[in-house]
DNA sequence: TTCTATGCAAAGACTTTGCATGCTG
DNA sequence: CAGCATGCAAAGTCTTTGCATAGAA
């Protein structure tokens, strides 16, 4: 993804283009992947970008608001960020805390539940836990 | 549950026996219910026992760890004690925060990939997320 | 120029830990 | 009586916030 390309994500969502930003869209977006805040400062650290800790979170936090990334809730210690934005669900290994994406078309879900009362659906999340030492 | 079917219950893992235990075991696995740290704590003062912060999450790892409470990672804010060890699946209302069970035979679940290689299945976690008032 | 973003450090929420004391087995 | 559990406070993580400065629109 060029900075053009991130530069008109940005701006098509009425977020104003910085360089952090767009730094940081350039590093997460890269590939997908799952990432924490300190592994995006460390990333921004080791690509040469000074970054506040703040902004990375500030940041991100802004880019989940907006649909730029995902957040995903497995590890009760922090929290990752999916760069991968569209629906789909995750293998996490809970003995190396890898997390791997499974594509939505692979998974088949049925639900013969209603939802609760006056509510309406926001998202669905398959997370498979596995165990190992992972390939 | 009367107390000498949660003695036999913690007896039964190797967990010695305390009246802390007891008590949070007493207030946890009274119903199907979905708890914080904190609201363990409130409830344990309420009913008038006096128990530390730290035997609360002392005492919830423990049972997490021996099966008789499972943890629900849905708020990036806090960890949740669900008291049905038995495997389910969760509405969570993210206006609300509260987290309904859904039980196994209400979802059907096919996922058409392998695991990941060397790694074993180790649970599976579906979490349906809606919006609104709730009931 | 006006408003938002950034950086830094301080504050905050949640959880864990160290250590002396008490209770279980 | 040996060993684990408890309580308290201190320490630790991750995340947010306050405020002055810099930058975007």
Redesign the interface.
Known sequence: MTRDEIAGLLERRRLSVTAQRLEIAELVLEKPQHLSADQILAGMRARGSRVSKATVYNTMKAFSEHGIVR?V????QR?YYDSTSAPHHH?Y??DTG?L?D??P?????????G?????????????????????
């Open positions: 957040t809730e497995v590890d009760p929290q293998f290994n809970v890898e791997i499974i594509p078309e692979a998974v088949e879900l049925d639900v013969k539940t939802l609760p009362a006056r509510t309406e659906p926001a998202g669905v999340d398959v997370v498979i836990r596995v165990r190992g030492v992972g390939s």
